[in-house]
């Protein structure tokens, strides 16, 4: 867990890194300042006669490192990231001053001091913190330098570093830009892989899907096939029989009951075959028209499409619309559609708006997935076309679609919806209810 300097919790990878980064920033400080104690004990010699006023800098900047220390370890930030370095650059400044100024061994902490502020705030903040603290260097080289120093070698030796730090900054800051660059590419490239991924395993389960669903329809072929025999059998029988004149009286009535009976029996059968028909590429079939209120098709395609309650929209115009039309290829046009935008809208909602107005039915259905890539609008509803790049998909549902509509002698339409997804605009003439 990592905090702010309000303690307010931050998660995720960014906040992960900026742990560990100032966690390493915290380490760093306490060694640079114990370094600095342990030299004044060793060396008391750097102090220029001022140990007492050094020494009480280095226990200031000693307690200041441990209290930063261990709030990074508990996870909290007493500090902003700019103020803590900027005032380790002005304890360090403090030191090349009490040191020697411009020949003070303190001036090697400050390269460390404008790495760490360029790391923390870029390659433009980092310059600039290096030009300020070049100039704070030269005038603790004006202001501690030894008496014998020359005024213009104070000069020059701010100057010197000031150069020196800069530098540091910009190599600091290109080194930023090629560690961004990289991350951003290994994160593309990540991003691309699990979408190829996911593309793989939607579209593996989608061919099982149709695999099952096609055996599903040979299945059911092989049964009517079979219960064919039956009835065309009889028929055969009882044609020939009437036909020879051999049937007479109650044989001959019951006979002719049989043919009804067999006849409607084919017929339903045939009816089924017709529905299979459309599934392999047939728009034709048979129609079976009755009034349907809207708002009743609107559940039963959310229903059969899979929608959850909290992910559908339906909205109906006028509320009590009723229509005459054929449900059950409506309701396939529509579950479709529905269910593809289900399929890439993710967690967003899935839209259904029906209105019935001058003998005309009005549907659409609104998602928020990746929409259609630009010039894929004319194409898209061709057999074998799937939505998109590499959706997954066999390109079979807008299809059967655009046939079923085309039979229906309507109109589809797929448009950008603004804010992003997808539109199926569809249109068709129907007789008042």
């Known amino acids: 867990m990592v905090r702010d300097a309000d303690g307010v919790r931050i998660d995720g990878p960014a906040a992960v890194l900026r742990s560990v ?5 915290a380490v760093i400080r306490l060694l640079v300042v114990s370094s600095v104690g342990l030299a004044l004990v060793v060396v008391p010699g750097i102090a220029r006669g001022r140990v007492a006023l050094l020494g009480t800098l280095v226990a200031v900047a000693l307690g200041y490192a441990v209290v930063l220390g ?12 700019w103020l803590a370095t900027s005032i380790d650059a002005v304890l360090a400044l403090v030191a090349c001053g009490l040191t020697g100024g411009a020949h003070s061994a303190m001036v090697a902490i400050l390269p460390l001091v404008v790495i760490a502020g360029a790391v923390r705030g870029g390659a433009v903040v980092g310059r600039l913190g290096a030009l300020a603290v070049g100039a704070g260097l030269t005038a603790a080289a004006l202001v501690g330098s030894d008496p014998g120093v020359a005024v213009v070698d104070r000069w020059l030796a701010g100057v010197w570093w000031t150069g020196y730090l800069v530098a540091a900054a910009v190599l600091v800051g290109m080194l930023l830009r090629v560690l961004e660059r990289q991350y951003e590419e290994a ?4 991003a691309r892989a699990r979408a190829e991924h996911e593309a793989f395993l939607e579209e593996r389960d989608l061919r099982s899907r149709l695999l099952a669903a096609q055996q599903a329809r ?3 072929v092989r049964v009517v096939l079979h219960e064919f025999r039956t009835p065309v059998a009889s028929l055969t029988a009882l044609s020939a029989d009437l036909a020879a004149g051999r049937l007479t009286g109650p044989a001959r009535e019951t006979a002719t009951r049989l043919l009804a009976e067999h006849a409607a029996h084919l017929r339903d059968m045939l009816d089924g075959l017709a529905d299979v028909a459309v599934q392999e590429g047939s728009p034709l079939g048979r129609v079976r028209e009755r009034v349907v ?8 395609v959310l229903d059969a499409a899979g929608v959850e309650p909290q992910r559908r ?3 109906v115009e006028p509320a009590d619309a009723t229509v005459r039309c054929d449900p059950q290829r409506l309701r396939r046009v529509l579950t479709n559609l529905v269910e593809n935008a289900a399929r890439h809208s993710g967690e967003a909602p899935v839209e259904l708006d029906l209105r019935h107005a001058d003998g005309r039915l009005v549907a659409e259905v609104r998602d928020r997935g990746p929409g259609l890539p630009p010039g894929q609008e004319g194409v898209v ?3 074998g076309v799937a939505l998109g790049e590499r959706r997954g998909t066999a390109g079979l549902g807008l299809w059967i679609v655009e046939a079923l509509v085309t039979a229906m002698d309507g109109e589809l339409r797929l448009l950008p919806r603004d ?3 997808l539109v199926a605009h569809l249109e068709l003439p129907l007789p008042r209810a």
């Open 381 to 383: 509803t061709a057999k």
């Open 419 to 421: 804010g992003g997804g």
């Open 313 to 315: 929209v339906a909205h």
């Open 70 to 81: 261990v709030a990074e370890l508990r996870g909290r930030r007493l500090l902003a990231p």
């Open 218 to 220: 040979l299945d059911g």
């Open 187 to 190: 994160a593309e490239s990540r």
């Open 293 to 300: 209120p809207l708002a009743e098709l609107a559940g039963a």
């Open 21 to 25: 980064q100032e966690r390493t920033a």
